[in-house]
């Protein structure tokens, strides 16, 4: 029989705009498919696991086709729509296809020659059944703790040492050091079975007689397993020590008796870390308002002809039960739906909901799960595994999930900022990039929001999406009631405590009373802003960034909120050496701190980046202000997204001018959400809410927009502003930002490339001009920023940007300048 020769095109994990074509040696013909993960050598002595892109028999015109190694999988772990997305990302957002691989595949997907590998905490240390190569890599990392791939590659002779380190680490004998970092150790729980002896319906009689005389509670743990094992016959299963002896009236000691006795034998077992719940309720049972059945009918009509769909509901609308009667709808059709939330901190709410109606067919995907955990639900929903996921939760990285069938996507709170990835790269908006993910799959989308982007809204009212809108909330409930809270008449008249005017101290004072919960949004983190010298006015700077640095008063700091550096606070100025140091403007800890003096006998809790970096962290402060044991939760953004409590009476807004001061087009927009969404956290039960913003200038547009709830009157206001200074919906943008260590170099290379640009595309080119900050990391940065009309091709403007940044770096004092393209900058 003929041999057939075949290549394969392998994607790299790397910052390479093209796959690499390597040949397939003839013993896995049969066995690679597109999708897969394979081993292969790049450069001098690296090897990868790559993925197939493509299996063919053309002959590379190259002179040497070096062998890919070995095939890491039995089924492939990426389908082709999932391909499709990650080449349009590469091609819109201009990036490398490597870049965005490396983005949507989890960490234990990926293994390179210079990943280290160290022993399993949980490993027991036997070594009967290992191979004689297995043997000898834990003797080694017993003697040097942590081996690269390279290094474990020599020890044991093998060119293609990534199917024994994959073998090893499915054994848990051995873990990638990514692991280590995070201090992984597989769950493992005690399981007990009834011992073989007992299996006899004799024995077991016996056994029943000798426990009733003498060991009521060892009984009670021989009951209950017998009830829970469901059958007196020889099939008896392993089942959780923990489950047992929760369902007895007895303990743990009765237990341990009877494994001495030997009637129960007992084994460590590894579990999953996924949770599986039953559903409790049905999406039946959901009775609809006529105004959520009236907007449910008229999302139904519009997807007949529609794809896209803007779902313009009032905070505390209801929107999340229609979402659940959706969802209803394309599970029954056997397909998959995607629910994106824009925070991690609001799944945990969102998830204990939707379980009650899916029970175990809900999965959830973020960043706050280890390694091993993100695998389980990747191979749950391509359904490589048992009941698979068929509704994932999840931010933005559960775009990247292997989906069977997917049949819709909800968007929720669709104007969110946090949908936009900004570093590393590839720099995608999830809300887009879910339409496009969406369209592949042929399925719906859904973007829902009390407040809707700015072009979100302009594609609806034009016609691109279809368009529903409740605007009651549920139940009838009146919208908050808004009080202005003047800054500058508070200081004239000194009626000030601290940062809280006389008004907000004063209903505050009265929701306490009434036993009700506060929520205080301040968007600033940390004690205090910056630092000054009352004598000479020196402020710290932080010495990698042009910012100043930030006092954190817990661990006593001053941080650079972009790069991690921190420094002790100085006693005395290092300028003037004056001691006279006063801290300027405030963050949430401050507030936090003054609160706690005003307040003494409340319990106030802090919801912000700063505790809330633990895996469970948002949860718990959640679940704790769920459950009451909070009176006021001060927080930044966190606190403004989604959630749903009952019992919240009052809402402060400490410093709107902060919010709609920013140096942005879309500041005023910005505001109008924030104030709006913040807003929207009172009054969700049958009492009015209250919301008390704090300004300096009460008489702003956007104050007035949001405290009059006139939506259409704000989106009206700024589509006139944005098509007069040609801003999206409009145009489309793109900042190229330059970074360089020498400012002089990158001044005169951000001139050339904006030359360039300019001589291609005229006044569609604005810039160069120094960023916001000027100086992050040690890099100067500069910003040049290409609008693009509905007329102009994308493509077109896209590889003018390629061409000029490959012209700039032809020029070898160039050659180390990093060039960024911010495809709709958000």
């Not at 990285?397 to 990835?421: C, M, N, R, W």
């Not at 930002?737 to 020498?742: A, E, F, P, S």
Request: some cysteine; overall charge positive.
């Amino acid at each position: 029989m003929e041999r057939i020769t075949l290549f394969a095109d392998i994607l790299l994990p790397l910052k390479l705009e093209r796959t690499f074509t390597y040949r397939v040696p003839y013993h896995l013909n049969d066995a690679i498919k597109i999708g897969q993960r394979v081993t292969v050598p790049f450069g001098k002595n690296k090897l990868y696991s790559g993925l197939v892109r493509r299996i063919h028999k053309e002959i590379p015109q190259v002179k040497e086709v070096k062998y890919l190694h070995a095939i890491l999988d039995e089924y492939p772990i990426i389908n082709e729509k999932q391909f499709q997305l990650w080449e349009w990302i590469a091609q819109y957002y201009l990036c490398a296809i490597g870049e965005v691989m490396n983005a949507a595949l989890p960490s234990a997907l990926k293994l390179n020659s210079e990943t280290k590998i160290a022993l399993d905490p949980a490993y027991d240390g036997m070594c009967e059944n290992l191979s004689e190569k297995e043997y000898l890599i834990v003797e080694a990392l017993e003697l040097q703790q942590i081996l690269t791939l390279s290094e474990a590659a020599k020890i044991v002779d093998l060119v293609k040492i990534m199917p024994l380190v994959k073998t090893m680490i499915d054994k848990g004998i051995i873990i990638p050091e990514e692991e280590l970092q995070e201090r992984y150790i597989p769950k493992k729980e005690n399981f007990i079975r009834l011992s073989s002896v007992f299996h006899d319906e004799e024995q077991l009689r016996k056994l029943f007689e000798k426990l009733e005389k003498r060991a009521e509670k060892q009984l009670d743990i021989l009951m209950s397993y017998l009830m829970i094992n469901g059958s007196t016959t020889k099939d008896f299963q392993w089942i959780k020590q923990k489950t047992v002896v929760e369902m007895s009236r007895s303990n743990a000691a009765a237990l341990k008796t009877l494994i001495g006795k030997k009637v129960f034998e007992i084994e460590e077992q590894t579990v999953s870390r996924l949770q599986d719940v039953k559903e409790s309720k049905s999406p039946d049972e959901i009775i609809l308002s006529a105004d959520q059945q009236c907007c449910f009918d008229q999302i139904e009509s519009e997807f007949k002809h529609k794809n896209v769909l803007l779902l313009h509901g009032v905070t505390a609308s209801g929107k999340t039960e229609l979402y659940i009667k959706l969802i209803q709808k394309t599970i029954r059709q056997g397909k998959q739906a995607l629910y994106l939330l824009p925070e991690i901190a609001l799944t945990g709410q969102i998830v204990s909901r939707l379980r009650k109606y899916f029970g175990n067919q809900v999965g959830v995907y973020h960043s706050r799960f280890n390694e091993h955990e993100r695998v389980e639900i990747w191979n749950r929903v391509s359904g490589q595994e048992p009941n698979r996921y068929n509704l994932l939760l999840g931010a933005r990285s559960a775009l990247f999930l292997p989906y069977e069938d997917l049949g819709l996507v909800i968007v929720d709170e669709e104007h969110d900022t946090s949908y936009k990835q900004y570093d590393p790269a590839p720099r995608y908006l999830a809300r887009d990039t879910a339409i496009v993910l969406a369209k592949i799959y042929e399925a719906k989308t859904l973007l829902g929001s009390g407040t809707p982007s700015l072009e979100s809204w302009y594609n609806a009212q034009t016609g691109k999406y279809g368009f529903a809108q409740i605007l009651t909330r549920y139940g009838g409930q009146e919208l908050p009631q808004t009080i202005i809270a003047d800054l500058k008449a508070e200081k004239r008249r000194k009626s000030m405590i601290s940062h809280f005017s006389s008004i907000l101290t004063e209903k505050i004072q009265e929701s306490l009373l009434k036993k009700e919960q506060i929520i205080l949004f301040h968007n600033r983190r940390g004690f205090a802003p910056r630092i000054v010298c009352e004598t000479c006015d020196w402020s710290p700077q932080c010495k990698n960034c042009d910012v100043t640095l930030v006092y954190h008063k817990k661990k006593d700091t001053l941080r650079c909120h972009y790069c991690g550096y921190n420094t002790q606070v100085p006693t005395a100025c290092p300028e003037c050496g004056s001691s006279h140091i006063r801290l300027e403007s405030y963050g949430t800890e401050k507030v936090e701190d003054e609160l706690r003096l005003i307040f003494p006998d409340v319990i106030i809790e802090r919801m912000d980046l700063d505790t809330t970096r633990g895996k469970n962290a948002h949860q718990n402060i959640i679940e704790r202000f769920e459950q009451r044991k909070i009176d006021i939760l001060v927080g930044t953004q966190m606190v403004s997204k989604g959630l749903d409590f009952d019992n919240v009476g009052l809402v402060g807004i400490l410093n709107a001018d902060q919010i709609l001061s920013y140096p942005d087009f879309r500041s005023f927009e910005r505001g109008f959400q924030t104030i709006s969404q913040v807003s929207g956290r009172t009054g969700r039960s049958e009492k009015t809410g209250l919301v008390v913003i704090q300004t300096h200038v009460p008489q702003h547009l956007i104050v007035q927009f949001a405290v009059n709830h006139q939506f259409k009157e704000m989106y009206a206001s700024q589509l006139t502003e944005r098509k007069a200074f040609y801003y999206p919906p409009y145009v489309r943008l793109i900042r190229i930002t330059l970074k360089h260590r020498d400012s002089l170099i990158l001044n005169d290379a951000a001139r050339f490339f904006a030359d360039h640009l300019k001589s291609k595309l005229g006044n569609r080119v604005l810039g160069p001009e120094y960023s916001l900050i000027n100086r992050i990391k040690n890099l100067y940065l500069k910003d040049i920023l290409v609008k693009i009309e509905p007329a102009l091709n994308n493509s077109v403007v896209k590889k003018q940007i390629v061409e000029a940044n490959l012209l700039m770096l032809q020029k070898l004092e160039w050659k180390s300048i990093k060039m960024h393209a911010d495809v709709d900058p958000y």
